[in-house]
């Protein structure tokens, strides 16, 4: 027979989204549970880094600092310097005003995990959920008890099973597929040499998407994402051409590791029933580089907002976070996407002419916008 229990809301998922929502919600009142089918630590493939957004929207929800991550050892670098390459050549360089920030993930989720059991949250590590029923808000565990909420958040990364219990159209389905990247990644210890100084990008040696190179006290990070149906050939040959162009022998890096990646294949309605669906989980990461971490946050936000709105009343919450998720993130999402296709990766055949022109014209536009200090879709706009 079934164990069942209930609460107000129920979390799949305690990546930075899930641990996110979990905290704002336990900080308004109600009974939270999370389940995370691994035990944290947890290792997550990831670069780590973080941009202006994500430092503000930290500072803004928990009153946490970059020095007090640094003190934690969960900021391990930070570096202001860029390059940014076309196959072999240099196109574009330049010194931030506002540093780029490289955390350790597996320490990084764990801190805000932890903050969200002390605001009351009930965690479960090492407990997956297998099934879940968006429509009646119930869960069940693989050691087969039922939760019963009254929502539902699924923050369970891109293989998300709310998400795949959701009724989506195959057309939607065909979109996720599409636009989900294929990544690679691995670490280059810096043995016997000072970090670099810098953190490069390279465009060319993929169509639609770029490898990254990131500095760190210990080790670079080395990685790759792209659109597989845009290239022929596989991942691994790719990066090891990636390797090569940075002169590392593939026998001094660690094995490297693969995860998808969303890269432009966010939901429209990642609300149904009684189920919301928040970062990778509804493909929110920017659709140029590839940034999750500030969207995993900020969609938690605006899904925990429209439950406390909905919560007395007896509204429809995935309404309101529709509605709300399209205003404030979505629309954005959608015209930097456009102009990724236009300007920056359709011309990969004309040798990315469009990411040149506009690193020469404009060479602080493309750092306010992935910093988030500008809206991405105002690139090509006038500024104020
Ligand atoms: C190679 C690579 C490099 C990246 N680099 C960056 C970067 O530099 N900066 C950046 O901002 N973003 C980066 N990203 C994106 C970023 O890692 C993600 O966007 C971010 O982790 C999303 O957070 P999340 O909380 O939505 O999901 P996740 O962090 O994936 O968390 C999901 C959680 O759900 C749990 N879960 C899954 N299924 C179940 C289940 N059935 N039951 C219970 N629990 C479950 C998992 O164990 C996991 O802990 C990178 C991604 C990749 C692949």
Same mark, same amino acid.
């Given at each position: 027979?079934?164990?069942?229990?209930?609460?107000?809301?129920?979390?799949?998922?305690?990546?930075?989204?899930?641990?996110?929502?979990?905290?704002?919600?336990?900080?308004?009142?109600?009974?939270?549970?999370?389940?995370?089918?691994?035990?944290?630590?947890?290792?997550?493939?990831?670069?780590?880094?973080?941009?202006?957004?994500?430092?503000?929207?930290?500072?803004?929800?928990?009153?946490?600092?970059?020095?007090?991550?640094?003190?934690?050892?969960?900021?391990?670098?930070?570096?202001?310097?860029?390059?940014?390459?076309?196959?072999?050549?240099?196109?574009?360089?330049?010194?931030?005003?506002?540093?780029?920030?490289?955390?350790?993930?597996?320490?990084?989720?764990?801190? @805000?995990?932890?903050?969200?059991?002390?605001?009351?949250?009930?965690?479960?590590?090492?407990?997956?959920?297998?099934?879940?029923?968006?429509?009646?808000? &119930?869960?069940?565990?693989?050691?087969?008890?039922?939760?019963?909420?009254?929502?539902?958040?699924?923050?369970? $990364?891109?293989?998300?099973?709310?998400?795949?219990?959701?009724?989506?159209?195959?057309?939607?389905?065909?979109? @996720?597929?599409?636009?989900?990247?294929? &990544?690679?990644?691995?670490?280059?210890?810096?043995?016997?040499?000072?970090?670099?100084?810098?953190?490069?990008?390279?465009?060319?040696?993929?169509?639609?998407?770029?490898?990254?190179?990131?500095?760190? /006290?210990?080790?670079?990070?080395?990685?790759?994402?792209?659109?597989?149906?845009?290239?022929?050939?596989?991942?691994?040959?790719?990066?090891?051409?990636?390797?090569? &162009?940075?002169?590392?022998?593939?026998?001094?890096?660690?094995?490297?590791?693969?995860?998808?990646?969303?890269?432009?294949?966010?939901?429209?309605?990642?609300?149904?029933?009684?189920?919301?669906?928040?970062?990778?989980?509804?493909?929110?990461?920017?659709?140029?580089?590839?940034?999750?971490?500030?969207?995993?946050?900020?969609?938690?936000?605006?899904?925990?907002?429209?439950?406390?709105?909905?919560?007395?009343?007896?509204?429809?919450?995935?309404?309101?976070?529709?509605? &709300?998720?399209?205003?404030?993130?979505?629309?954005?999402?959608?015209?930097?996407?456009?102009?990724?296709?236009?300007?920056?990766? $359709? $011309?990969?055949?004309?040798?990315?002419?469009?990411?040149?022109?506009?690193?020469?014209?404009?060479?602080?536009?493309?750092?306010?916008?992935?910093?988030?200090?500008? /809206?991405?879709?105002?690139?090509?706009? /006038?500024?104020?």
């Amino acid at each position: 027979m079934n164990r069942s229990s209930a609460c107000d809301v129920a979390i799949v998922g305690g990546g930075p989204a899930g641990a996110t929502a979990a905290y704002l919600l336990a900080r308004q009142g109600m009974h939270v549970r999370l389940f995370d089918k691994r035990t944290y630590p947890r290792p997550k493939v990831c670069a780590g880094l973080l941009t202006w957004k994500t430092i503000d929207f930290i500072d803004r929800t928990w009153a946490v600092s970059p020095r007090e991550l640094m003190r934690e050892a969960i900021v391990v670098h930070a570096c202001r310097d860029y390059r940014i390459y076309f196959e072999q050549t240099e196109i574009g360089r330049g010194h931030l005003d506002f540093p780029f920030y490289f955390v350790d993930r597996a320490k990084y989720d764990h801190y @805000w995990l932890k903050r969200a059991e002390k605001a009351g949250v009930r965690v479960e590590t090492g407990m997956a959920v297998k099934r879940v029923d968006p429509f009646e808000g &119930t869960l069940t565990l693989v050691d087969d008890r039922v939760v019963r909420a009254n929502t539902v958040i699924g923050a369970d $990364g891109v293989g998300s099973k709310v998400r795949l219990a959701m009724p989506l159209r195959e057309k939607e389905k065909k979109f @996720w597929r599409r636009n989900l990247a294929a &990544t690679i990644e691995s670490y280059q210890p810096n043995i016997g040499k000072s970090p670099s100084s810098y953190a490069s990008l390279h465009f060319g040696q993929v169509a639609w998407g770029y490898g990254w190179s990131f500095p760190g /006290p210990e080790s670079r990070t080395i990685g790759l994402a792209c659109l597989p149906h845009r290239n022929r050939g596989n991942l691994r040959g790719i990066f090891d051409n990636l390797l090569a &162009t940075l002169a590392i022998d593939p026998k001094h890096i660690s094995t490297p590791k693969s995860w998808p990646l969303p890269y432009g294949n966010f939901l429209y309605t990642p609300g149904c029933g009684k189920a919301l669906l928040v970062g990778d989980a509804c493909g929110l990461a920017d659709p140029l580089l590839g940034e999750g971490i500030f969207y995993a946050h900020r969609s938690a936000q605006i899904a925990a907002e429209a439950i406390a709105e909905a919560y007395p009343s007896g509204n429809d919450a995935a309404y309101i976070y529709n509605r &709300t998720l399209r205003k404030k993130l979505l629309r954005e999402l959608f015209w930097f996407k456009r102009l990724r296709d236009i300007l920056f990766f $359709g $011309g990969y055949n004309r040798r990315y002419r469009g990411l040149k022109l506009f690193l020469r014209l404009f060479p602080k536009r493309l750092e306010f916008a992935v910093h988030g200090q500008k /809206p991405l879709s105002r690139l090509l706009l /006038p500024w104020r």
